[in-house]
């Protein structure tokens, strides 16, 4: 599988992101530049983790104007997997990909700390190998996760499968305390009405090897790689 | 080119704006053999400034020992210093103050501390891989306390966080000793191939000088000899600096691919303290050559910014490029990917002189070895009184609690101890993908990609000890920093240090640093770890109080295995817990004696070679895989330390027939150096006795793990009680809510 992680100015686990896919998942993978116009060789796009462009302005509101985000449309639009990590989420967001908008969390504070999801959907191909109702545990790293949509908009997520990740406690069950952010309906990731671009504020990548403290990031990877396959 | 001399001498108000002396005017004077013009006199002021000459330090920190087989860059020579750790890499790594920045304006003064320590690590060439963060607080229950705070601990996150590189490390402390001078020291590791080593000399005439990153403005002028004076509440907002981690998040990838990518960098400086003019000189300094600038290729962010204020400019996020003669386009080409502006503004020269042209005219012309060859000071090292008066400690004069319980909890609950979560959840901690043992343990643990091994970092330095014996304080600093790297199972290998300090001109804050750097060469001797890299921060001091003196010290570690790591948490129901080390638990200068009883007096004490012999036998025991849990006893004495280990783990105590150490109080809550708390298996008790009898380390048990609850000597709370105190101490302190406990 050939995998590309798209390096915008600020982007900060682009190379964290080349790692697992690389070493870890055992893809194809490849840098980006956020100048490129063309995507054509790979199967998978990976909008990784950061600051892109400082998060000035709004968190992905520049980079989802970079010249590279037209080849990700076409990537999208041909039904190809895309994947937005954290600020590839909020990107994927601005570039109207994705529906909604990110908030500044509830705490006013940015948070490094590590959640549990549930799968609320395996129907995409970040989630076709885990289990319904799944639960990972993978790290947030965010001050803007607070995700919100109009209540048509969360309508239309809900009718139709969307939600393919709501943080949840340890033990599956939601409560107020186990969203980290205010997210509405605890919702941590979402996809688009083809189901082939997903965005996520968690990080698989920081949670695919054991010595890091956790794989349940793999279920990712192996999702991918497993839909490749089919 | 020559100089008029027709400028009156400078007024007493214009020497103490460029923080020189009338003794130093004429020094300079007489060295040039004619009065320095107003641009040279900002220049000589800013490069004579403590900040960047060490006109007192230098003398003494000459003390601390500097060389050994692995390290590759000592202190003084390069922007930070390096070690080797094997398989062809080295670590480089400095720890820097940003206290007076930051006591005006807490966010920006912290965040541009930060940008400032990334920016030394990789003008080396190296990757920045890791933060950390030594901070000390007045106190929380003061509105401006918290707003320092919270600024400072929000600035530093802002900063590393959009950067990526991991904020890892670090400790706080509370005290009211640092009301109005909180100290916020930055320390950055960085991880490179020995070959990629990059130097900021300026060397070989002819060779191009690139400026490099944001434009040049007025803020920050006069930031090196702010930091050299007292009082940083009676100056201004305008001497601190605004960061852009944006912008330095360019830097850093421009300047690693364009090292990466040609040959044509001979030299990386970042522009800091005194900005031009430091950055320059120093270059040039190194390369034993001359600089001339042409102020008129600088980009302004200003208009009709005269000399004077572009030479002393502190505006962040810039960087001065050696360029190959003819070659700097090359190296601006890789700068125009990553967005970057960038200016030939000068050239290496062989004259040995930094000369400033404006449009042609000269603004200044100055030997580049009178401003790197600062006047030094020396002053006698006379024991204060006051340490006559805190030294002793009368234990009868002192009750015992009556419900020990209660202590605990305050304890537990105390801004110096409760859980650090708080602000290190503020920290991206894991981007990179390294790290191993995240905040919260003795050390951070960092793997390294493509080894088997990791690093580990420790900062510490307690400055109530120091007060209390400033020697004392200067060895446990190394002392307690190497034991936390040990903890992991690391093999300590170097430090960098911070010196936080009171007016040198003033003879106890003089005393205490001359005693409390001869107190870390001792351990550092002891520990055969040497100094690579540092940083002096002196005057501080607030309302003509100086601050306690708070030597602090980042050590670093290397663990060959990174599978042999120990984490500080109790593991499994029925190991036996153990007190490892000689330290005699006592109550001078505890943190007990401060919280429960208001009072900071005693003398502490330190034995290095048991210090020595303690930290040998847990790095053993974790190589022979014998230890569950390891981790230094350290504030808060014997019933903490269980406590933290226990929280780690999730894990309860039953220690109720804790061997008595003098009185109760003593044995719960009575601190000292060497002491280890360590768990095992039942079927590692024979192994590690007889390791720790072989090195003469006493053993003490203490109890065993298991069961929800801490019984702990006649304590007896419910872990999920005591969890919930410690948990919420600091948030709540740094919300300005009272603690439940």
Not at chain 1, 103 to 111: A, C, G, M
Not at chain 2, 22 to 37: G, I, K, S, W
Not at chain 2, 167 to 194: D, I, K, W
């Amino acid at each position: 599988m050939n995998a590309a992680v798209v390096v915008f100015p600020g982007s900060n686990c682009d190379a964290d992101t080349l790692h697992v896919l690389s070493n870890v998942a055992g893809m194809h993978a490849r840098y980006a530049w956020h100048a490129d116009t063309a995507l054509d060789d790979v199967d998978l796009v990976v909008l990784p983790g950061g600051f892109s462009h400082g998060d000035y302005l709004r968190t992905g509101a520049m980079a989802a104007r970079a010249p590279v985000m037209t080849a990700v449309r076409d990537h999208a639009a041909r039904g190809r997997p895309v994947l937005g990590i954290c600020n590839g989420f909020q990107i994927l967001l601005e570039a109207g990909l994705l529906p909604g908008a990110m908030l500044l969390n509830d705490s006013t504070q940015f948070r490094c700390e590590w959640t549990h999801l549930r799968v609320e959907s395996t129907q995409t191909p970040c989630t076709s190998a885990a289990g319904n109702g799944q639960v990972l545990r993978l790290p947030i790293a965010h001050a803007e996760g607070n995700y919100v949509i109009d209540p048509d908009g969360l309508d239309q997520l809900h009718d139709h499968d969307r939600v393919v990740f709501r943080y949840v406690s340890p033990d599956g069950k939601r409560s107020a305390h186990a969203n980290p952010n205010g997210a509405i309906d605890d919702i941590a990731g979402i996809c688009n009405a083809a189901r082939n671009v997903v965005g996520m504020m968690p990080h698989p990548e920081r949670a695919s090897e054991a010595a890091l403290g956790g794989e349940d990031g793999r279920a990712i990877w192996d999702s991918l790689l497993a839909a490749a396959g089919a | 080119m020559t100089l008029t001399p027709t400028h009156e001498p400078p007024s007493d108000e214009v020497l103490r704006e460029v923080a020189l002396t009338r003794d130093e005017y004429h020094f300079a004077t007489d060295l040039l053999d004619r009065p320095p013009n107003p641009v040279e006199l900002g220049i000589i002021g800013g490069m004579w400034s403590e900040h960047c000459g060490y006109k007192h330090s230098r003398p003494l920190l000459g003390r601390l020992p500097s060389e050994a087989p692995h390290v590759l860059i000592g202190p003084g020579e390069e922007n930070a210093g390096a070690v080797d750790i094997g398989h062809g890499l080295a670590i480089v790594m400095k720890v820097e103050s940003h206290n007076h920045p930051s006591a005006v304006e807490p966010f920006q003064g912290a965040a541009t501390g930060v940008g400032g320590i990334l920016r030394d690590i990789f003008t080396m060439g190296a990757r920045p891989i890791a933060l950390l963060d030594s901070l000390r607080f007045g106190p929380l229950d003061d509105r401006r306390g918290r707003y320092l705070a919270n600024g400072i601990v929000g600035g530093i996150g802002w900063y590393g966080n959009c950067m990526g590189v991991p904020t890892v490390g670090g400790e706080v402390q509370v005290s009211a000793s640092y009301r109005g001078n909180p100290l916020v020291n930055a320390m950055c590791v960085g991880l490179l191939e020995h070959e990629q080593l990059t130097s900021a000399a300026a060397s070989g005439a002819g060779n191009e000088l690139i400026l490099v990153g944001a434009d040049t403005g007025r803020d920050g002028i006069h930031g090196a000899t702010f930091a050299s004076v007292d009082d940083p509440e009676a100056s201004h907002r305008g001497v601190v600096q605004v960061g852009n981690p944006f912008m330095e998040k360019l830097l850093l990838e421009a300047c690693l691919e364009v090292l990466q990518t040609t040959d044509a960098v001979l030299g990386l400086q970042d522009l800091g303290a005194t900005g031009l003019t430091s950055s320059s000189v120093e270059s040039a300094g190194r390369g034993g050559t001359g600089v001339v600038l042409h102020l008129e290729h600088v980009a302004r962010r200003a208009s009709g910014m005269t000399p004077y204020e572009v030479m002393l400019s502190e505006s962040q996020e810039r960087m001065l490029v050696v360029a190959a003669r003819g070659r700097a386009h090359e190296v601006q080409r890789v700068f125009t990917k990553w967005g970057l502006h960038s200016d030939v503004i000068g050239q290496v020269t062989e004259t040995g002189l930094l000369e400033v042209r404006d449009n042609g005219h000269a603004a200044a012309t100055l030997p580049v070895t009178m401003l790197t060859d600062a006047p030094t000071y020396t002053y006698p090292v006379e024991r204060p009184a006051y340490l006559d008066e805190v030294g002793s400690l009368d234990l009868d004069a002192l009750p015992e609690p009556d419900d020990p319980t209660t202590a605990f909890l305050q304890l537990l609950a105390s801004p110096n101890i409760a859980s650090r979560r708080p602000i290190y959840r503020q920290y991206d901690h894991m981007v990179g993908a390294n790290t191993v043992i995240a905040p919260g343990g003795d050390a951070a643990l960092l793997r390294i990609k493509g080894t088997p091994m990791a690093v580990a970092l420790s900062t510490d330095g307690n400055g109530r000890t120091t007060y209390l014996d400033p020697f004392v304080g200067g060895a446990a600093a190394i002392a307690e920093s190497a034991r936390n790297v040990s903890c992991t199972g690391a093999r300590p290998l170097a430090f960098t240090n911070c010196l936080n300090f009171g007016s040198p001109e003033q003879p106890a804050a003089y005393y205490q640093l001359s005693r409390a750097i001869d107190g870390m060469a001792a351990a550092a001797r002891a520990l055969e770890t040497p100094v690579i890299s540092g940083n002096v921060s002196l005057y501080n001091e607030s309302g003509g109080e100086a601050i306690w003196p708070t030597p602090v010290v980042g050590m670093l570690g290397v663990l060959d295995e990174a599978e042999w790591r120990c984490g500080m948490g109790f593991a499994n129901d029925g190991d036996e817990i153990a007190v490892l080390g000689a330290g005699r638990p006592r109550l001078d200068g505890s943190e007990y004696l401060s919280i429960v009883h208001d009072r900071v007096a005693g003398q502490p004490e330190i034995n290095l070679v048991d210090e020595v012999a303690v930290q040998r036998l847990v790095r053993e025991l974790i190589a022979g895989r014998l230890l569950s849990s390891a981790h230094d006893c350290s504030d808060g004495g014997l019933a903490v330390a269980l406590a933290e280990s226990a929280f780690a783990g999730r894990c309860g105590v039953r220690a109720s027939d804790l061997p008595m150490s003098g009185r109760l109080d003593q044995t719960l809550f009575g601190e000292s150096q060497s002491r280890i708390v360590v768990s095992y298996p039942p079927l590692a008790g024979a192994a590690v006795a007889a390791a720790a009898a072989t090195l003469s380390v006493p053993l003490t048990p203490v109890g065993t793990v298991g069961g929800n609850r801490l019984s702990i000597g006649p304590m007896d709370v419910s872990l999920a009680r005591a969890e919930q105190v410690w948990s919420q101490g600091l948030e709540l302190a740094l919300a300005g809510q009272a603690s439940p406990g």
